[in-house]
């Protein structure tokens, strides 16, 4: 196959790269895909307009690194197969409309059953985010899971046909359990409204640390979380929630810290503990004007944050969690916890979240405006950089502040 200079691989360590035309013409872009065989370090650009194609398919178990990819796809941009130790850093991802109906845009990066994971510095559009499931390491720290410095702009779920999956997420973690050395964190997810559809932007399912090394959820904002369309009276996600059915202690969600985040502009609500136990949510700020940027309300807000047994198990499997010490300003008309119009603690829901402080009214799209600014003053602080999509897409403001 003749490579054009603009669609190529390069193998910067020893391995195999083995580039394959996608199953679709992809005239604009390119049609190559990636299918990995040995370790090494990959860069390049791929592309597949077919949804059932991913632009880079790991299919061994020796240390691969994906660094300065490009990456567009109708579907999956990056699958790794089981026993995967897989770094992805530096890499932009764009997810293309989905190649056939009811289904959605594909993830940034899907891995099953891997041994280690690292996702750093990577700036990606328009997918379902990253989803792993379950875990083929051993549960050290040496074969962990790290999602860090990544710039994310929304999670899209849409169908091309107009129906949206109610599952996608920019992180999912499903029965990856007992890991340590989980770290999670400085993450920018922005999604605007009417350009996502989104379920829980972060899920922990039936997923867990340990007592001694618990995920660890910090410094990430989540600007974003709603039905598509965004006034639509019905949804279900929200900026982070532990989720899952387990039936044990060993089964359920577990050992989940989360801390110093933002989660701004959320319907239905901002960070929910509904399965698991040794769960902690503290000293994040939890801020909701319930408006769109042209001022239309959002008719799906409900609370900020909750503890509630959604699964109904017993004592055994559902205890020890708290939700402490954040900040939290959550319009909701009709409600006054603790103030007119606001709902920032569930009511008849929140036995456990203690030491909370509540904003004063009014919580208005300003209130959001300079959540984003301390987050940019954050990132200053400590001279961290986050990716760019070439400036292609700036992050969602109120339209007064545009």
């Known amino acids: 196959m003749i490579l054009r200079l603009a669609h190529f691989c390069t193998l910067l360590l020893p391995g195999t790269c083995l580039l394959l035309p996608s199953s679709q013409s992809g005239a604009?872009?390119?049609?190559?895909?990636l299918v990995v065989r040995h370790?090494?370090?990959?860069?390049?650009?791929?592309?597949?307009?077919?949804?059932a194609v991913p632009c880079v398919l790991i299919k061994t178990a020796e240390p691969v690194v994906?660094?300065?990819?490009?990456?567009?796809?109708?579907?999956?941009?990056?699958?790794?197969?089981?026993?995967?130790?897989?770094?992805?850093r530096n890499c932009r991802g764009y997810g293309l409309t989905p190649s056939a109906d009811n289904i959605s845009r594909g993830r940034f990066l899907s891995a099953t059953e891997a041994r280690s994971l690292r996702v750093e510095h990577n700036y990606f559009e328009h997918t379902i985010g990253i989803l792993v499931y379950r875990w083929g390491g051993d549960g050290?720290?040496?074969?962990?899971?790290t999602v860090r410095y990544n710039r994310v702009r929304n999670i899209d779920g849409r169908y091309r046909n107009g129906e949206a999956d109610a599952t996608a997420s920019f992180l999912g973690l499903n029965q990856v359990r007992g890991v340590a050395g989980i770290d999670i964190s400085y993450n920018e997810v922005v999604n605007e409204p009417n350009q996502c559809a989104t379920g829980d932007v972060v899920n922990f399912y039936n997923s867990s640390?340990?007592?001694?090394?618990?995920?660890?959820?910090?410094?990430?904002?989540?600007?974003?979380?709603?039905p598509y369309p965004a006034t639509a009276p019905h949804y279900t996600g929200t900026?982070?929630?532990?989720?899952?059915?387990?039936?044990?202690?060993?089964?359920t969600t577990a050992y989940v810290e989360a801390a110093y985040n933002q989660i701004v502009s959320t319907c239905n609500a901002a960070m929910n503990i509904a399965?698991?136990?040794?769960?902690?949510f503290h000293h994040n700020r939890m801020v909701t004007s319930g408006l769109l940027p042209d001022g239309q309300v959002l008719k799906a807000t409900y609370a900020a944050t909750s503890i509630f047994n959604a699964y109904r198990q017993p004592k055994t499997v559902f205890f020890g969690n708290r939700v402490d010490h954040n900040v939290i300003g959550y319009a909701k008309p009709g409600y006054q916890v603790p103030a007119a119009n606001r709902h920032d603690l569930s009511s008849g829901n929140c036995t456990g979240c203690t030491d909370n402080e509540?904003?004063?009214?009014?919580?208005?799209?300003?209130?959001?405006q300079q959540e984003w600014q301390r987050w940019q003053h954050k990132l200053q602080r400590r001279g961290i950089r986050l990716p760019s999509a070439q400036a292609r897409h700036p992050p969602f403001r109120p339209l007064a502040q545009r």
């Open 28 to 33: 604009q872009l390119g049609g190559e895909v």
């Open 39 to 51: 370790g090494g370090r990959y860069t390049g650009r791929f592309t597949s307009p077919n949804s």
């Open 66 to 88: 994906l660094d300065g990819c490009t990456l567009h796809g109708a579907g999956d941009l990056i699958v790794a197969e089981p026993g995967a130790r897989l770094t992805v």
């Open 140 to 145: 050290s720290v040496a074969q962990t899971l």
């Open 209 to 226: 640390g340990t007592a001694r090394s618990p995920i660890r959820f910090f410094h990430n904002y989540i600007q974003g979380a709603y």
């Open 239 to 251: 900026g982070l929630t532990t989720d899952g059915d387990g039936v044990s202690a060993l089964t």
């Open 275 to 280: 399965a698991g136990h040794h769960n902690r």
């Open 358 to 368: 509540h904003l004063p009214n009014p919580i208005t799209l300003a209130t959001e």
